[in-house]
């Protein structure tokens, strides 16, 4: 009879290196995605900022909502993680 409790730690130890391989290629792929998006996000901010001539504008009263992926969105302070 086969020892069974060999076995299973070699099958865990010749998994794990591939689980950890893919993990940290997934997190690598979502990382990249994301610091993408937050430099898009981030240039739009400094253009807005760039472009204000009025407190109002630098605050987004008097400017129409923007929709973003299907939901209202307006920029302030608190979403933008770039500053």
Same mark, same amino acid.
């Given at each position: 009879?086969?020892?069974? =409790?060999?076995?299973?730690? $070699?099958?865990?130890?010749?998994?794990a290196?591939?689980?950890?391989?893919?993990? $940290?290629?997934?997190?690598?792929?979502?990382?990249a995605?994301?610091?993408?998006?937050?430099?898009?996000?981030?240039? %739009?901010?400094? /253009?807005?900022?760039?472009?204000? $001539?009025?407190?109002?504008?630098?605050? %987004?009263? %008097?400017? =129409?909502? /923007?929709? *973003? /992926? %299907?939901?209202?969105? *307006?920029?302030? =302070?608190?979403?933008?993680?770039?500053?």
């Amino acid at each position: 009879m086969r020892d069974v =409790p060999a076995l299973v730690a $070699t099958q865990r130890a010749a998994l794990a290196a591939q689980v950890s391989a893919s993990v $940290t290629a997934v997190l690598e792929h979502a990382t990249a995605h994301l610091d993408s998006e937050l430099a898009l996000l981030c240039d %739009g901010w400094r /253009r807005a900022v760039a472009a204000a $001539t009025t407190v109002d504008e630098l605050e %987004g009263r %008097g400017r =129409p909502r /923007r929709r *973003r /992926r %299907g939901r209202s969105w *307006r920029a302030s =302070p608190r979403t933008c993680a770039c500053w």
